[in-house]
């Protein structure tokens, strides 16, 4: 999937919408510090009020929301796990009837409470839903409709969320003119912050792929490995922010610790160039021989040797390749830092090339090519000739 996909989908979760069907819902609450299933509830979604319609897609949305490699993250399932999620997965999307769709996913609720108390109380919330995308644009000059012809995917949604202590509040009351202490005993469930997630099957292009699934993590960066691995049994995988420092630590094996900023936009634009070459392809990858040809193309004539060193001191495989989206900062955007004591300098990645570090009577100062005349406070400032 990539992010047209799940955007896609995404922008499907509304009521009233003949794109998106949600035929089940089911609620599971777990008790905090207990591995046990205190209550657990299935109905239709249709008989759920509109209000209560409106929460929960807004909650969908909020699992299918953010970057992906940094918070959502396709998993390919390992081969021949013991009691496969997969398996467990695609049984209950292929069930006939609710009560067969819910032992599977009292199944999957096993594992993911499994020796594994919570802090809070927990709701874990399954959907069993149809996504329908059509499979052409409308033209203008046709009498065709757009929803004539659609792809349809049946998918199952998990949102785990956890469950917020009740507000104890003093109110007023009009009637009988005195304040009244109230305090509700219901536990609150948190829609709008879910914990985790995932959507199976993976669906790219309106074609459902059961050999991946979608996990969605609480926070970008911040992965359940033992939720990834032991839960859904997907393979290891690495975030956009760790293949980015595994990147920076092969730079700085090879070239030292030190880099003309020029240099580094030369890097910056040849990867952002690679990656935008394979918008509309798979995303592109970078082997240790990839990267030795951008750092040799960005002026640095480094050894391809040292090069495969540093991938297999690094990552334990000389082998290993890193996504090249995710070693790019946001590249039109002032998505790099320079933090010096005196100042912080926001700055594109195509920017680079006008920065300089240089010396200027005997003291280190940062150079910034400019086009045009600088402001301070509504102020242009008044040039200077360098050196006087």
């Given at each position: 999937?990539?992010?047209?996909?799940?955007?896609?989908?995404?922008?499907?979760?509304?009521?009233?919408?003949?794109?998106?069907?949600?035929?089940?819902?089911?609620?599971?609450?777990?008790?905090?510090?207990?591995?046990?299933?205190?209550?657990?509830?299935?109905?239709?979604?249709?008989?759920?009020?509109?209000?209560?319609?409106?929460?929960?897609?807004?909650?969908?949305?909020?699992?299918?929301?953010?970057?992906?490699?940094?918070?959502?993250?396709?998993?390919?399932?390992?081969?021949?796990?013991?009691?496969?999620?997969?398996?467990?997965?695609?049984?209950?999307?292929?069930?006939?009837?609710?009560?067969?769709?819910?032992?599977?996913?009292?199944?999957?609720?096993?594992?993911?409470?499994?020796?594994?108390?919570?802090?809070?109380?927990?709701?874990?919330?399954?959907?069993?839903?149809?996504?329908?995308?059509?499979?052409?644009?409308?033209?203008?000059?046709?009498?065709?409709?757009?929803?004539?012809?659609?792809?349809?995917?049946?998918?199952?949604?998990?949102?785990?969320?956890?469950?917020?202590?009740?507000?104890?509040?003093?109110?007023?009351?009009?009637?009988?003119?005195?304040?009244?202490?109230?305090?509700?005993?219901?536990?609150?469930?948190?829609?709008?912050?879910?914990?985790?997630?995932?959507?199976?099957?993976?669906?790219?292009?309106?074609?459902?792929?059961?050999?991946?699934?979608?996990?969605?993590?609480?926070?970008?960066?911040?992965?359940?490995?033992?939720?990834?691995?032991?839960?859904?049994?997907?393979?290891?995988?690495?975030?956009?922010?760790?293949?980015?420092?595994?990147?920076?630590?092969?730079?700085?094996?090879?070239?030292?610790?030190?880099?003309?900023?020029?240099?580094?936009?030369?890097?910056?634009?040849?990867?952002?160039?690679?990656?935008?070459?394979?918008?509309?392809?798979?995303?592109?990858?970078?082997?240790?021989?990839?990267?030795?040809?951008?750092?040799?193309?960005?002026?640095?004539?480094?050894?391809?040797?040292?090069?495969?060193h540093a991938f297999q001191q690094i990552t334990d495989n000389e082998g290993y390749e890193l996504k090249a989206?995710?070693?790019?900062?946001?590249?039109?955007?002032?998505?790099?830092?320079?933090?010096?004591?005196?100042?912080?300098?926001?700055?594109?990645?195509?920017?680079?090339?006008?920065?300089?570090?240089?010396?200027?009577?005997?003291?280190?100062?940062?150079?910034?090519?400019?086009?045009?005349?600088?402001?301070?406070?509504?102020?242009?400032?008044?040039?200077?000739?360098?050196?006087?």
């Open positions: 999937m990539d992010k047209k996909d799940i955007a896609g989908i995404r922008k499907q979760f509304k009521v009233d919408n003949d794109l998106l069907k949600i035929t089940d819902i089911f609620n599971v609450y777990i008790m905090k510090e207990s591995t046990d299933i205190y209550h657990h509830q299935s109905q239709p979604f249709e008989m759920l009020d509109r209000d209560q319609q409106e929460l929960f897609m807004n909650n969908f949305k909020k699992v299918l929301t953010g970057q992906l490699d940094e918070k959502l993250f396709e998993l390919k399932f390992q081969r021949d796990a013991e009691n496969s999620s997969q398996l467990l997965l695609h049984r209950g999307l292929l069930s006939q009837n609710v009560e067969d769709w819910k032992q599977e996913m009292l199944a999957m609720t096993e594992k993911i409470i499994d020796d594994h108390p919570y802090e809070k109380d927990i709701v874990i919330t399954f959907i069993r839903a149809e996504y329908m995308k059509p499979t052409k644009r409308r033209s203008e000059e046709s009498e065709e409709s757009d929803r004539d012809a659609v792809y349809s995917n049946p998918f199952i949604l998990c949102s785990i969320n956890k469950t917020e202590e009740p507000k104890k509040e003093i109110q007023f009351d009009y009637v009988e003119k005195e304040f009244k202490y109230k305090i509700e005993v219901d536990p609150v469930i948190d829609l709008k912050n879910p914990m985790s997630g995932f959507l199976f099957p993976s669906i790219t292009e309106g074609a459902s792929d059961v050999n991946h699934v979608l996990y969605a993590a609480g926070k970008a960066n911040e992965l359940d490995y033992r939720f990834i691995e032991d839960v859904l049994n997907g393979e290891e995988i690495m975030t956009a922010k760790e293949d980015k420092a595994v990147f920076e630590e092969v730079i700085r094996d090879v070239v030292g610790d030190q880099l003309n900023p020029s240099t580094l936009a030369n890097v910056y634009s040849e990867i952002n160039r690679v990656v935008e070459e394979n918008e509309e392809d798979e995303p592109p990858k970078l082997d240790y021989r990839e990267v030795e040809r951008v750092l040799n193309q960005s002026g640095e004539q480094v050894d391809g040797e040292k090069v495969k989206s995710s070693i790019v900062p946001k590249y039109k955007s002032k998505s790099i830092k320079i933090n010096t004591k005196v100042a912080n300098i926001s700055i594109s990645p195509q920017d680079l090339e006008f920065v300089r570090q240089v010396n200027y009577k005997g003291k280190r100062c940062i150079m910034i090519e400019i086009e045009e005349d600088a402001e301070i406070e509504g102020f242009k400032m008044l040039p200077e000739a360098f050196g006087e």
